[in-house]
């Protein structure tokens, strides 16, 4: 079955301090991944995206990604938090083709403490 | 401007009621999508459209329709809402160009069904 996991349902970090938010993938083909965030009151912005090549995505903030095929895992990282970053942020998945539709996980609850 | 905008964006609502919920995009795309979130839960798929003369459900169809009155319209009906509805609702848009599917997502509507 094809499914998204996000095993932290919420996270508290210390401002200026590291972060990493976990994704496990179960798919059938290749994936093509994606992270989201959503503010308070917002629709979901794209944070970063990997389809193919570099397995270390930059994207968006300050935030990077690694994909490891190995592990079924596209993590979520950042060097330093700022306040701004709190806010729940999304996994998905999709096919590597055109057909697609996004699978989402639960989704991880940043709070970030001053 | 928004790209992808959403009416209403809050909507209170009574048991056994008809309540249509809109979708407009400006980012041309072809491919429209209606997802619920609920806490705990990440997004589900409610429907999906890909062009204007096909609709296909997806994970959570039951008790919602759709109309796609035009590439740039897409519409969400509860036929008789009850309270497990209140949630809240997302329209997104992606673009078969590419294949990659990368959606994106209007502000959200907040829907209450007492």
């Known amino acids: 079955a094809q499914s998204v996991t996000q095993p932290d349902i919420h996270i508290t970090v210390s401002e200026g301090a590291s972060l990493e938010l976990r994704c496990n993938y179960s798919?059938?083909?290749?994936?093509?991944l994606f992270w989201y965030v959503q503010s308070p009151g917002q629709g979901l912005q794209l944070l970063l995206k990997?389809?193919?090549?570099?397995?270390l995505v930059q994207g968006i903030k300050g935030f990077e990604a690694e994909f490891k095929r190995s592990q079924s895992s596209f993590n979520l990282r950042k060097p330093s938090v700022h306040w701004s970053d709190a806010a729940e942020y999304f996994c998905?998945?999709?096919?590597?083709?055109?057909?697609?539709?996004?699978?989402f996980g639960q989704g991880t609850e940043l709070s970030v403490k001053p | 401007d928004a790209d992808v905008t959403q009416t209403p964006r809050n909507r209170i609502t009574k048991t056994g009621k008809r309540i249509m919920l809109e979708c407009s995009q400006t980012?041309?795309?072809?491919?429209m999508y209606w997802y619920r979130q609920d806490p705990g839960l990440g997004l589900r798929l409610i429907y999906y459209?890909?062009?204007?003369?096909?609709?296909n459900k997806g994970e959570i169809s039951d008790g919602y329709s759709v109309s796609r009155q035009a590439q740039a319209k897409f519409s969400l009906s509860l036929e008789s809402a009850i309270p497990n509805q209140t949630a809240l609702y997302f329209c997104?848009?992606?673009?078969?160009?590419?294949?990659?599917?990368?959606?994106?997502f209007g502000p959200g509507t907040r829907l209450t069904v007492l």
């Open positions: 997104a848009t992606s673009d078969r160009t590419g294949g990659r599917n990368e959606q994106f």
């Open positions: 798919y059938g083909a290749t994936p093509y």
């Open positions: 990997y389809f193919s090549g570099d397995t």
């Open positions: 998905a998945v999709g096919p590597g083709n055109q057909g697609g539709k996004l699978i």
């Open positions: 980012k041309g795309h072809d491919r």
């Open positions: 459209s890909f062009d204007v003369k096909d609709i």
